[in-house]
């Protein structure tokens, strides 16, 4: 039985946070400072805050999330381009997601000497959209309490994550993840323009009752 790459990212980012949790020295380095990034050209920044997290609950948070639906995206590259070609895509795709959502929060606090961010959230937002592309109607839950349909669950999100950039007050990086929703949607339509049209018919077909 293989190892999928979404199992070997997660314990990555699982070990790194742990390192990182015993090293403060080390989470300081890493984090997403645009202010260091700027200033001392330590673009590695982008990359590796997106594999240390603040605590065990985000970190949790992120990889449940990421192990459900990073396979899909996963298996749908794989499938798609072959074993070795669709890994390498994926592989791209989740650091990529990474970057590219932080880019607008780099140019927001690049000035900034307090800001500070860490977590996969970039990525983990653009595999749950990857996926909401591929199946539009398979039912995504929150807390187990409330179910609905992806692309409508996915709206809403982008939604509340516009409203809430905008507002920038409880703590969180909206920016990272409707940016990385958005690189989500926009990878998976290069890589298989198909995807708009089944995603289409697929909604077509949905009905509320």
């Known amino acids: 039985m293989e190892l999928s790459a979404t199992v070997i ?3 990555l980012t699982v070990l790194s946070s742990y390192l990182a949790w015993q090293k403060p020295n080390l989470l300081e380095r890493w984090m997403f400072t645009p202010y260091q990034i ?5 673009w590695d920044r982008f990359i590796l805050s997106g594999f ?17 639906f990073g396979r899909v995206v996963e298996s ?15 592989i791209l795709f989740y650091i990529g997601a990474i970057v590219i959502a932080d880019i607008p929060t780099y140019f ?3 000035s900034h000497s307090y800001y500070r961010a860490l977590g996969a959230s970039g990525g983990v937002a653009a595999t749950v959209f990857g996926s909401i592309i591929l199946m539009p109607l398979s039912d995504i839950c929150l807390f187990g309490l ?11 999100f982008l939604i509340y994550s516009i409203v809430q950039s905008k ?7 909206h920016d990272a993840h409707l940016y990385g929703a958005l690189f989500g949607i926009a990878f998976i339509l290069i890589v298989s323009p198909q995807s708009a049209l089944n995603f289409i018919d697929q909604i077509k077909s949905f009905r509320l009752f």
């Open 146 to 156: 409330l179910c609905l349909p992806g692309f409508a669950l996915g709206v809403l």
């Open 9 to 11: 990212i997660i314990a």
């Open 76 to 90: 749908f590259l794989t499938i798609k381009f072959g074993q070795a070609t669709g890994i390498g895509l994926y």
């Open 108 to 110: 927001k606090h690049q």
């Open 167 to 173: 507002k920038s007050g409880d703590g969180i990086n």
């Open 52 to 68: 240390i997290h603040k605590d065990g609950t985000h970190l949790l948070f992120n990889m449940f999330t990421f192990y459900f």
């Open 38 to 42: 700027q200033k001392r050209n330590q």
